[in-house]
């Protein structure tokens, strides 16, 4: 079993930056990846950041050059430092963890960035 918890989240300005965090604890490969979606209000979830353990990322366009997802595979923890946020980035932004094909979520954490 895998277990998540984000943390981080919060309100701030457009332009500022906030960086989330998320704990993961159980049977945890440092060869899966994990990853960040996000979900606002009436849209679907999608995709943010994924990281490998060889640290190869992959990026949402809307986020490129202002995200950058990292992974610390000693703590089994991923971050998303995320900066020059927009009003369009408020969501509750939840962690992703893949072990072949079985895909665990955390609870989320809400960003909310105001104009």
């Known amino acids: 079993q895998v277990h998540l918890v984000e943390s981080g989240g919060g309100l701030v300005q457009a332009g500022g930056s906030l960086r989330l965090s998320c704990a993961a604890s159980g049977s945890i490969y440092r060869n899966n990846p994990m990853g960040w979606y996000r979900q606002a209000p009436g849209k679907q979830r999608e995709l943010v950041a994924t990281?490998?353990?060889?640290?190869?990322?992959n990026y949402a366009d809307s986020v490129k050059g202002r995200f950058t997802i990292s992974r610390d595979n000693g703590k089994n923890t991923v971050y998303l430092q995320m900066n020059s946020l927009k009003p369009e980035d408020t969501a509750v932004y939840y962690c992703?963890?893949?072990?072949?094909?079985?895909?665990?979520w955390g609870q989320g954490t809400q960003v909310t960035v105001s104009s």
């Open positions: 992703n963890y893949n072990a072949y094909g079985l895909v665990y």
């Open positions: 990281i490998t353990s060889g640290a190869y990322t």
